[in-house]
């Protein structure tokens, strides 16, 4: 019996169980040994370059995104809550909860991470306020901003190469005029 060759632009069976696998953790690799793959690594990196497979994930996590209301500006404006929170939006109340100063944003609450009161023998109370990794959300605001260069690229072409100039400094240190 032939096989029919392939339609260009639509998954085959292997594809579509990479995309389902893919969408579970973003993990090319265990999707691709989902998949059946024995190279994993080089077969998910090629089957992701595809523009069909690409084009799929592409629509799922749309769909996702859809379905969840959830989408790149709600996680930016979460990043925000919890990189721009301040200690100073807080204030104990004397029964021990805590609330919002006036001067808070309205949403400041979601940066609380956890509230512990103990209250001692002699009756005092002691509050405990912590609020969610201010360094860690602020560095994937820089990363979504790509704000941090990971990869410097040097290049240039025949109409306008990379010119390389240099300075030689006297042997006192000083700069030269």
């Known amino acids: 019996m032939a096989m029919r060759p392939k339609e260009k632009g639509v998954l085959d069976d292997r594809q579509k169980l990479f995309v389902e696998e893919y969408l579970l953790d973003l993990n090319g690799a265990r999707a691709a040994r989902a998949a059946g793959s024995s190279d994993c690594r080089p077969w998910a990196a090629r089957t992701l370059k595809i523009p069909h497979v690409a084009a799929a994930i592409r629509a799922a996590m749309d769909e ?3 379905a969840t209301l959830v989408d790149q500006y709600a996680v930016v404006r979460e990043l925000m809550c919890l990189g721009f929170s301040s200690i100073d939006h807080y ?3 004397p029964d021990g909860t805590v609330s919002l100063t006036d001067d808070a944003p309205p949403d400041a609450m979601r940066a609380v991470a956890s509230v512990k009161r ?4 002699d009756g005092s109370d002691e509050v405990e306020l912590r609020l969610w990794d201010k360094p860690a959300a602020l560095k994937m605001l820089g990363q979504h901003l790509a704000m941090y260069t990971d990869k410097i690229k040097h290049g240039g072409d025949a109409q306008s190469p990379i010119r390389v100039v240099t300075v030689r400094l006297p042997s006192n240190g000083r700069e030269a005029k």
């Open 64 to 66: 996702r995104s859809k």
């Open 91 to 93: 204030r104990v109340n």
């Open 118 to 121: 103990k209250v001692g023998a």
